[in-house]
């Protein structure tokens, strides 16, 4: 089966489209005395394809999805030694890989050869899955905690905002018009997500998961919406092959950080950090496709 863009394919799901080469480049991340420092640069998927989606289950593992014989599968790679492991071998491809608390599995959404889009359960020692949610076509995720998720669902031309409660077996819609990143907000009872209700800006808002109460928090850089957190609470963004951060004390406006240009990256879409903050996965495009 074609590597299909997930994004493409919620979004436009007759339609056969190429993913971009995209890579996962790791950066270790130095914060002393806050400051913002990359170095230690290496491209950890160097794989022709798409390998996007990248994820900290702690800090010394990183999960992705990565391009295996014409499909995306899971990858989970190990920091400390270099070496990648195929967390499992389906006829779907899967995506958006995330590791769920207190288990030894993650959560991945499957695609099938005959278009079928669900949230699964895998094993990360024997990779066998089951269905976490059906009826919802789950496009993006977080885990608010081991029972409730969070996340982005399609509905028509556009996805929508949910809270899955597993053990009641219920999901609550609280908005419209979402984008695809979702993020914990530190030292919070919150979930981070992106509003697009207004076509002229989009928004960072935040979510109570069990209330559904939404407030506003910033605004994203002009049609950006991958984002992650730093411990301190800033937000970090991209713009082509620049990194930008927003504190919502000491900024009131984007700043500007470091550009990735020297290191060959563009098209910067997506942004992760692990847990004690010392590693920085940033999912680009190479300039000219060059390894």
């Known amino acids: 089966m074609k590597c299909l863009h997930i994004l493409i394919i919620l979004l436009t799901p007759l339609i056969n489209h190429a993913q971009p080469n995209t890579e996962v ?7 002393e005395h806050g400051g913002f420092e990359l170095s230690n640069f290496r491209n950890i998927s160097n794989n022709e394809g798409y390998d996007n989606q990248p994820s900290f289950p702690d800090n010394n593992t990183m999960l992705y999805s990565g391009t295996r ?3 995306t ?3 989970e790679y190990n920091i400390a030694n270099g070496e990648k492991r195929w967390v499992c071998n389906t006829e779907g491809s899967e995506y958006s890989p995330l590791k ?6 993650i959560s991945a959404i499957r695609l099938d050869k005959d278009g079928t889009q669900l949230l699964r359960k895998y094993s990360l020692q024997k990779g066998a899955s089951d269905v976490l949610i059906d009826g919802l076509v789950i496009g993006y995720h ?8 969070v996340s982005a669902v399609l509905e028509g031309d556009a996805m929508s905002l949910y809270t899955s409660f597993l053990n009641e077996k219920q999901n609550h819609r609280w908005q419209k018009k979402v984008g695809r990143s979702l993020n914990k907000i530190p030292h919070s009872e919150l ?7 207004k076509d002229s800006v989009w928004e960072v808002k935040s ?11 910033f605004n994203t850089l002009p049609k950006s919406e991958d984002m992650c957190w730093l411990s301190d609470g800033t937000a970090l963004m991209a713009s082509d092959g620049v990194l930008y951060s927003f504190h919502m004390i000491r900024n009131d406006h984007w700043v500007k950080l470091v ?5 060959g990256i563009k098209n910067i879409m997506r942004l992760a950090v692990s847990p004690d903050g010392s590693k920085l996965a940033v999912v680009g495009e190479l300039k000219n496709n060059s390894k």
């Open 191 to 197: 979930v981070s997500f992106i509003s697009k209700a």
């Open 259 to 263: 550009s990735l240009s020297e290191y």
């Open 69 to 71: 014989n014409g499909q």
């Open 207 to 217: 979510l109570d998961p069990i209330s559904g109460t939404t407030t506003y928090l």
């Open 142 to 149: 977080v885990w608010f905690n081991s029972t409730i998720l």
């Open 73 to 75: 599968d899971i990858v």
């Open 25 to 31: 480049f790791l950066f270790d991340l130095n914060q």
């Open 100 to 105: 769920i608390p207190g288990q030894d599995a």
